[in-house]
């Protein structure tokens, strides 16, 4: 079944989307193209999800992404050359604009209106993933671990699969795991909080290579405050967000009046150094790291964490024939055909859900 995935995460670089033919036992990317947020429609999703904002614009900017989601798969198949008609499905996720996974009122809300896209495209839409996993207990995240169970698991090697978006995440995949022992979680701030502060005073959206932060010091008494935030030492099962590292966050590290690059500069290394923390408290036997997202091509990013975790060896998911550009929207065409087949896609053991669900549902 060939199934476009669409992602768009909380660190605001594009629409990825990612084609792939998939099976009950295989899984052939055959497409992957990321179309930049243009600027104004970026700003926007930055105030709905920093400020307070009326209905109407959430209404407004739910069918604007849509139509932005259909375009984007219009274009995948253009630039990629794949005949738009043989597509059956599209899977996406849609842009979180608010996620409170813990307490009483737990809750998540993702925009993008799969109505739209659906008529747009003539094919059906499978979309409202997480919703259901928060009903049944859970987070509503992470939810692509049991994608990378499938994909990344081995008999023999203790592995962790790493993603590095504006939030990071890991999935432990010891050798031999079960679905039921996998443990994954959301490890703390990705790209997120270098972006912002980028975006702030340089005017640009993200530091190419890791160039800024290679210029500047980290400052370890700052890194070491914002690495006592309870968070990092909160167990499993755990989400992260903009709710946690948006402005009051970068509103106190501005304050600090560091340079540009001291701040780049501890601002990676509290991504490499929370993972790192992450994979000690929870991974200490892991063998290989297989990164993807965005923050693999940080290049200071990924020498920190190298050198904080000596003895494990760093790769990524471009290895095992992933791009790690497509990770997450290969894994929503994933979901996708799940759902469409009436199979469960979460993993109660990451989300802490009560038990397996049927994710999402199907616009036809």
Known sequence: MRIAGIMSGTSLDGIDVAIA?????????????MVPWPAAVRQRILNVSNTTCTTSQIS???????????????????????????????GCHGQTIYHEGRGKHANTLQIGEPAVIAERLGIPVAANFRTRDVAAGGQGAPLVPFVDYLLLRSKTINRVALNIGGIANITVLPAGVAPDNVIAFDTGPGNMIIDQLVALYNQKNYDKGGAIAAQGNINHPLLQKLLAAPYFRTAPPKTAGREQYGTELIAMLTATSLPLPDLIATATALTSESIALALRNHAPTAQELIAAGGGVHNRTLMAHLQAALPTTRLTTTAEFGIDPDAREAIAFAVLAWRTWNRKPGNLPSATGARHEVLLGSITY
């Open 21 to 33: 033919d998939i099976a009950a036992r295989s899984v052939k990317t055959v497409g992957h193209h």
């Open 60 to 90: 407004r900017l739910n069918f604007e992404l849509a139509e932005l989601y259909a375009k984007a798969v219009q274009t995948t198949c253009r630039k990629t050359g794949i005949d738009q008609a043989t597509l059956q499905l599209v």
